[in-house]
């Protein structure tokens, strides 16, 4: 069971020290950082990277922990998974394109990080139960 920042016995402890973005070993600096603060940090970095291939496994190296702590984390706090999460970013982000703009699909498919068209088709199709240009056709009519 993962505790949250209400209760106080459980948060994870980091040591750095940050002098120009590098980090260094002599002097050590103890700071404490709860899941929240964990989970809001990779909540912000999907939404910033959304379009680019992002892993659990490298959200967890950069977030110094552990991928089935980051996993179980995710899911108790946001209530979803975390490919989840960033399925239902891209998506909403594809609606948002399909609906605004005259971009070509395949354009669009590449700019939230959907290289294959083919598969960004068929998540599409799966998650809002049509094709993305029967979408756009659908609410621009």
Do not use: H, W
């Not at 110094?64 to 490919?83: D, E, H, M």
């Not at 970013?89 to 594809?94: C, F, L, M, S, T």
């Not at 599409?124 to 009519?141: D, L």
Request: proline share 1%; aromatic share 10%.
């Amino acid at each position: 069971m993962i505790k949250t920042s209400k209760e106080t016995d459980y948060e994870i402890v980091s040591n750095y020290s940050k002098q120009d973005g590098n980090i260094e070993k002599d002097n050590k600096v103890t700071s404490v950082i709860t899941i929240e603060d964990i989970i809001d940090k990779v909540r912000n970095y999907i939404e910033k990277n959304y379009d680019k291939d992002i892993t659990l496994n490298d959200l967890a190296e950069k977030f110094a922990v552990s991928v089935a702590y980051l996993s179980k984390a995710f899911r108790i706090q946001t209530g979803v998974s975390f490919s989840r999460y960033l399925i239902n970013k891209r998506i909403e982000q594809a609606k948002k394109l399909l609906v605004g703009t005259d971009i070509p699909i395949s354009d669009i498919s590449k700019s939230i990080g959907y290289d294959d068209i083919q598969y960004f088709y068929r998540i599409f199709k799966r998650e809002v139960k049509c094709t993305p240009v029967n979408f756009r056709r659908r609410v621009r009519n």
